[in-house]
């Protein structure tokens, strides 16, 4: 697989934004943005399905909160795939990297499993089955956010 991030992080777009200060300045700066956006909403939703603030409407907040986690997701694979390719051989061989990315497949299929069986309508789930979608998902996206950072410490 090692050919492969090689030729992946040779790529023009790859060179560009590994050499050039500002795009990686820019990448970098809009992946935090979309993890900002992403694990604020799943914070606020996840606050909410563990008890917190029960005079909010689940069903409303989650209106809200899924659509914006939706787009900060999707940025952030967009920007935190930018960034990858700057360095990909690097990247793929860091335990920590493959360790979020196994996180994140899991907090998504997590996510992905409650939105089809409950929809916008987790009043349909028990107050204990919230607690604990509203607990593992906190905890994995937590986990998510603090192995990402890890990998700058522990290889940067």
Known sequence: MAPVWTALQSTDLAVWIGFSRWAYAAVATAHVLAVAALVGAVLTLDLRLMG???SVDLH???GLAVPIAGTGLACAVLTGGLLFIGRAAEYAAFDLFRLK???IVCAVALSLAAHR???F???RATARQCRRLGIASLALWVCVAVSGRMI???YG
């Open 52 to 54: 917190l603030g029960r």
């Open 60 to 62: 409303r907040l989650a």
């Open 101 to 103: 990315m196994v996180l």
């Open 117 to 119: 069986r409950y929809g």
């Open 121 to 123: 309508r987790f009043e």
């Open 152 to 154: 700058a410490f522990v």
